[in-house]
């Protein structure tokens, strides 16, 4: 894919420096501070020069939201800005009037591990997601590693995909789509995957919208678009139920087949609108 390196985005909150804190005033708890001032009383020392030999040993980690620079990954934060700001763009402008006027950018949030969101504490291996709650995309970028080795789906287009997924998530909260859907999962819960799968769906459809107008603006190279379709079919749930169970269980679906995930990419990115993508229609 074509993209212009720029620095990061705006709307990009960095919080792969967050981690346990270690024995400090504001982190180590009270039993720990408890521990040192009964060391210092029986050793004769001052209790904050013990915290302060603590913390130059390196025992106190960084603090949560402290923004890293990481030269190993500099380059993937770079890409997912572009990408980032460049599906919002595009949805912004699509949506003016739709929308009521009332786009906002959603923001991305980068960690490792574990990180604490609106929807709860969420880990690295639950995989990229978007909540409403807060109207912040959360991606660990560990997973893209686990996308192209574990997954099969490698190519940075590929990693486009998630994320415009997951804008496209952002896209039904901002039309009111996912607040009707969870509604509708509320009043008969024995269609709360069936609506999970659809609303899944069209998020994929909205990630080929944008892919369709990365190729009319020139920015798709060749093997791109293949990129895109295997990312949304090693993440089916078929495939991925195969491959920690064994067996496919449709009725527990909540995201969809490899099929039915790159069949909806694949109208988005052919159609270019919206309109192509009412998987809802039928649920």
Known sequence: MRWTPGGRSTNLEDQRGGGRRGPSLGGMGIGGIVLVVIVALVTKQNPLALLGALEANGTTATAPGTAVSDPAEEQTVQFVSFVLDDAQQMWATKLGAASGGNWRDARLVLFRDQVESACGLAQAASGPFYCPGDEKVYIDLGFYQELSSRFGAPGDFAEAYVLAHEIGHHVQKVLGIESQVREAQQRDPSRANALSVAM??????????????AAQEGRLEAGDVDEGLGAAAAVGDDRLQKMSRGTVQPESWTHGSSAQRTSWFRRGFDGGEMSACNTLSTR
């Open 200 to 213: 899944e769906l069209q998020a994929d459809c909205f990630a080929g919208v944008w892919g369709h107008q």
